[in-house]
């Protein structure tokens, strides 16, 4: 009996694999198709996870330049800086802290606003004052955490102002939030239509072989028998149109890369998890088209 059923399960998994070679080769071209219409789905969901990663990374790069400036008094002793500097630097929140001096200042607006080169120059007085500028750490670049920061660093008898651009911050975050609904609104939409397309493709197989399986199920077949090859089928042309949607991609980012601007490759996960979802979505799918129309037929 325990000899018997290690075979039965072997003659099963051969029957699965040999049944799917024959669909695939009996029906090349349904199978490309079928593979073309997933690639051609999770194409636009790999361009989406492109479009996406690149924003998030420009993003990013924007949210590094969050920080808070304290403008001194031009009568702030050195003490006084440096104490301000001493607690500021152990709040939990603050990366590092620069002071910047009024020369520092007026070399920075030499090369940063060379249309005012010439103003500057004409001036006797060096009218920039010093400056601290408190870099905040990653996770805590939020409006929340600046204000709370520059109302801290206001509080300081050396301290004239203090800004931290509150509206460009908070339309920052804004834009933030909104990308994270958009990227998950579209990329369920999109999952969901590659999901329906193999569907399709495996109910055409279904009805293309519909003979064989009533004969099957005439001749006393369990249905899960029946389903193993359609699931292996899907979870195949899942694979192929992954791999075909992945080649799109990355073409797309070579050609934008070398002749449009420079843009970052996604991550390798994201990659692995798209031809996996691929799969996965040709699983479910081709087990969803299989149970709701196998009684059909």
């Not at 970052?264 to 979505?281: D, R, T």
């Amino acid at each position: 009996m325990n000899r018997s059923r290690p075979k039965k399960e072997r003659s099963d998994v051969f029957y699965t694999i040999r049944e799917t070679l024959t669909a695939f080769k009996r029906a090349p071209l349904l199978t490309g198709l079928s593979a073309a219409m997933v690639g051609l789905a999770l194409f636009v969901v790999g361009l989406f996870g492109l479009a996406t990663y690149n924003v998030q990374v420009y993003m990013e790069t924007l949210e590094e330049r969050v920080e808070v400036v304290a403008y001194l008094r031009d009568d702030a002793t050195t003490e006084e800086i440096a104490d301000m500097v001493r607690a500021l630097t152990s709040l939990p929140e603050v990366l590092g802290v620069d002071f910047v001096t009024k020369g520092e200042a007026l070399e920075r607006a030499y090369r940063e606003l060379p249309e005012f080169s010439e103003i500057l120059t004409d001036l006797e007085v060096n009218p920039l004052p010093a400056s601290l500028e408190i870099q905040l750490r990653p996770g805590n670049r939020t409006p929340e955490t600046a204000n709370r920061i520059a109302e801290q660093a206001g509080l300081y008898p050396p301290v004239e102002e203090v800004q931290y651009g509150e509206e460009w911050v908070d339309k920052l975050f804004t834009l933030r939030r909104m990308g994270a609904v958009t990227t998950t609104v579209l990329g369920t939409a999109f999952a969901v239509v590659a999901a329906l397309i193999i569907g399709t493709a495996v109910r055409i197989a279904i009805f293309a072989r519909q003979e064989e399986i009533k004969i099957m199920q005439l001749v006393g077949a369990r249905d899960a028998f029946i389903h193993r090859p359609f699931l292996l089928e899907g979870g195949i042309t899942g694979a192929l149109g992954g791999a075909l949607a992945l080649a799109l991609t990355y073409t797309t980012f070579w050609s934008v890369f070398h002749y449009l601007f420079i843009i970052s490759w996604i991550p390798w996960e994201w990659v692995g998890i798209g031809v996996s979802s691929g799969i996965v979505f040709g699983v479910l799918a081709s087990g969803y088209a299989v149970r709701k129309h196998l009684r059909e037929v």
